[in-house]
């Protein structure tokens, strides 16, 4: 999980990664930060995410990408 704490905090820096749980429901992120998060998250992690994993509850939080890459990883 530090591999993708680094990697939000190059998106954003400005943001409390570890704490915040509504990254996409309270507007946090901005549909280009997504962008940018899903491309390094793609190229560091070996996965491709799937236009129907694009969705807020795989992106509210650090924890919420985490499984979500995990997941991708298992298939």
Do not use: H, W
Not at 8 to 23: A, S, Y
């Amino acid at each position: 999980m530090d591999e993708l704490l680094e990697l939000l905090q190059d998106v954003r820096d400005d943001i409390d990664f570890k704490t915040c749980k509504t990254l996409i429901d309270d507007g946090i992120l901005a549909s280009f930060d997504i962008l940018q998060i899903i491309s390094a998250i793609n190229e560091t992690f070996d996965v491709e995410i799937p236009a129907t994993s694009i969705i807020p509850k795989n992106f509210n939080s650090i924890e919420a990408m985490y499984e979500m890459i995990e997941r991708l990883q298992e298939d």
